[in-house]
């Protein structure tokens, strides 16, 4: 049973960057995506960053795009998603997830606040 723990999140000024990250333990083995998904306060969740656990193609939402990146330690199991620049809109509770082959759902973990304060 794969787990994910994100950590990182915290109180940051606009302007400012902060390194999520999401480590997974677990049957890692069966992982083949992950990605960062966000839920502002009284707004529905949505994707942020995506990325091919093996080959390690991404993908980004428009809104953040050149201004995050999502990037993978195998090795570590671990995920990341830098945010510079951040911006009041990117408050939210930021969450990872993992797909697994035979798995027709996604695992998440519990999620990390970031307050982007203006």
């Known amino acids: 049973q794969v787990q994910l723990v994100e950590s990182g999140g915290g109180l940051v000024q606009a302007g400012g960057s902060l390194r999520l990250s999401c480590a997974a333990s677990g049957g890692t083995s069966s992982i083949y995506a992950m990605g960062w998904f966000r839920r502002a306060p009284g707004q529905e969740r949505e994707s942020v960053a995506t990325i091919n656990w093996s080959g390690g193609t991404t993908s980004y939402a428009d809104s953040v795009k050149g201004r995050f990146t999502i990037s993978k330690d195998n090795a570590k199991n671990t995920m990341f998603l830098q945010m510079n620049p951040l911006n009041p809109d990117d408050t939210s509770v930021y969450y990872c997830?993992?797909?697994?082959?035979?798995?027709?759902?996604?695992?998440w973990g519990p999620g990390t606040p970031v307050p982007v304060s203006s």
């Open positions: 997830a993992a797909r697994r082959f035979g798995k027709s759902s996604a695992t």
